[in-house]
């Protein structure tokens, strides 16, 4: 690109602009404007490209400002078109698309102060000075752009005096990020360049936009900003857009879920364990009940309220379901009671307690409900130790479920009462 008032070079997907106007301290004359817009619509364009330096030809000054001589000769109209496109160039650099690097190299006066306000990133040196002279000339500039950088009070101090800002105050107030000697200044652009180069650049140039499009709004209307742009256009390479239907399955019956079988039992999915007909999860086999086979002591329960109390017909069904009742010799077999002392499951002693007080009150055995307290009772306390361990491992069984299944977050509960 061969250009009369600008210098271009590209190296390591880093281009450097260099304002070549040394004899007139770099002043942004028309072409030199014109052809600094032209190259960095030439960057922007260019994919190699991932970051651009701009910097100022010899030692005293990166830029004067604006070439007033230049203006001498020129009528209204003149002026009023070139200052339209100094509007329009100032603009675009201020929204360039990429990194703009500034080597502020020397002093920066009026425009040229402008112009380094709007870059991204400022290198100074031990030579370097800023002035915003617009309120000497009688015009205005900066005020859109100096307050981002260095806070409403210090941007109404220099913009209202127009004294010059040294390199430590610059640094020291935000107008430069860094101070590097002067031999190294365009040297150390080029690395942080390379540095910005090194990452995606798609983005490092979303993230300029962002910046850019959230000056002036508040901090959720910023955040909301952010998600809208990380979700829509600043989506990741490869990365589709995650919709509610497709969460990530529970490992639990995720092949049912894939197969369009439903997790909740019911449906195709109602097979997901095998041997459970309503598609719960079966319990282990150590917690299987007990099966329901009456004992001796039922049946002869049974016997004796067929025989004695709901008559002939009667005993004869209820024997033909039972077991015979057992016969016992002694004193207390006036009724043929059979009497089976060896304990019992504690839910069948609940499920005799009617057979009890029926046979009580048939006059089978008067002495029965005082003779089998103490053996139920002893039956009883044998079978607590069981019931408590039952407990625990229902509790344990319990704990695991809910860690199984998704729970709400918890701030979507009600609050408790006070």
């Not at 009070?153 to 430069?176: H, N, Q, S, W």
């Not at 002939?312 to 010799?329: L, Y």
């Not at 695991?400 to 709400?408: D, G, I, K």
Request: proline content about 7%.
């Amino acid at each position: 690109m061969a250009d009369e008032f600008i210098l271009t070079e590209c190296c390591d997907e880093v281009a450097l602009i260099t304002l070549n106007r040394p004899e007139k301290l770099n002043a942004l004359s028309f072409g030199l404007v014109r052809e600094l817009d032209e190259a960095l619509t030439a960057y922007e364009k260019d994919d190699a490209v991932k970051a651009v330096i701009l910097t100022g030809a010899g030692e005293r000054a990166f830029s004067a400002g604006a070439d007033i001589h230049e203006m001498a000769g020129l009528s209204s109209e003149e002026l009023a078109q070139r200052q339209a496109f100094r509007s329009e160039a100032t603009w675009h650099v201020a929204t360039f698309a990429k990194p703009l690097i500034g080597a502020i190299n020397g002093l920066a006066y009026g425009g040229a102060a402008l112009l380094s306000s709007t870059l991204d990133l400022r290198i100074g040196c031990e030579r370097t000075q800023f002035r915003f002279l617009a309120a000497s000339y009688g015009r205005v500039n900066s005020t859109w752009s100096l307050p981002l950088l260095v806070g409403l009070p210090k941007a109404k101090e220099l913009l209202y005096t127009g004294r010059v800002v040294g390199a430590e105050e610059a640094l020291r107030i935000g107008l430069l990020n860094e101070i590097v000697p002067s031999a190294r200044l365009v040297e150390t652009a080029i690395e942080i360049a390379q540095a910005i180069a090194k990452n995606d650049a798609r983005m490092v140039q979303g993230i300029k936009r962002l910046l850019h499009e959230e000056i002036g709004l508040g901090w959720r209307e910023r955040y909301a900003t952010e998600e809208d742009a990380r979700a829509t256009w600043l989506r990741r390479a490869g990365q589709r857009q995650r919709r509610w239907t497709e969460r990530p399955k529970r490992a639990l019956g995720a092949e049912v879920m894939a197969s369009g079988g439903c997790c909740r039992g019911g449906g195709p999915g109602r097979d997901r364990f095998p041997g459970s007909k309503s598609g719960k999860r079966p319990l282990p086999a150590r917690w299987k009940p007990l099966p329901r086979t009456p004992s001796p002591l039922l049946s002869t329960r049974i016997g004796v309220i067929g025989g004695d109390v709901a008559g002939d017909g009667d005993a004869v069904k209820a024997e033909s379901r039972t077991e015979a009742p057992v016969p016992r010799t002694g004193p207390d077999n006036s009724a043929g009671l059979a009497r089976d002392r060896r304990p019992q499951p504690w839910h069948q002693f609940t499920r005799q307690a009617p057979l009890r007080r029926a046979a009580d009150r048939s006059g089978a055995c008067p002495s029965a409900r005082h003779c089998d307290r103490p053996a139920r009772q002893r039956a009883l306390r044998k079978q607590i130790p069981k019931l408590r361990r039952t407990v625990r491992r229902v509790s344990k069984i319990h704990r695991q479920s809910r860690q199984n299944w998704r729970l709400p977050p918890p701030w979507l509960n009600p609050l408790p009462r006070q």
